[in-house]
């Protein structure tokens, strides 16, 4: 039998001490490799394939988070797409919440039984979904790249939206306002009118081109502006979310 220090995590990178992943934690960031979407918006494209970056040792990962123990609040996964490791990211947390961490998850909702299965094990202390576009087929397909999937991928964010609006753990949703796809007061009015009875926190995130972005005409795009964020996230308040909040690069998290 497999001891648990054998078992492999495929990482895109880390970042030991962050203050941006979850504001008022400092926290250690893992990025897991895999997605099973494609959204052309992604900043972390070259995370997508499931053979991306590099294997580690679950035990050469804690040993590394170890070394900043003393610091962190927290342990953070994201991606790609974390809960395509599933065995992983529960090992990682079981150890994470023995040493006193707490645990928080960026996930983009389609793997419902993962987020299920932490949350009833108590691994987790906070949750953060994206949602990527008003969830309709076609908006959906075309904001995560799969079209042909859309009505499953749909199905199973809305699983994991209820999912974490019936528990006590605090979770907030993300949707990054990309220009020319999510920036129509259109699109953030009917992501309103759907989490509104939910009562989430609701980030309106600022798109911001690199490399890595999946799409060439967005690559070469420009940054959403704060002033586009703060008018869409006034929309949001007005369809009935109280607690709706912007994150830019210049200003980091603001509250309206």
Known sequence: MESLSSKKVRLGGWVELSTIDWPGNLSFMLFLSGCNLACPFCQNGRLIPMDSGNLFSIAEVEARIQKSLQLLDALGFGGGEPTLQHEAIFE???????MGLKVFIETNGTRPEVLRKMLESKLLSYVAIDVKAPLRNG????????LSMASEVIRAVRESLRLCASTQVPYEVRTTVVPGLTDKEESISAISEELAPLNPVYVLQQFIPSSDVLSPRLREGFPTSREALLRLAKKAKEKGISRVFIRTREHGMEGL
């Open 92 to 98: 990682l947390a079981l150890w994470a919440k023995k």
């Open 139 to 146: 908006d959906y397909g075309t904001a995560t790249g799969k």
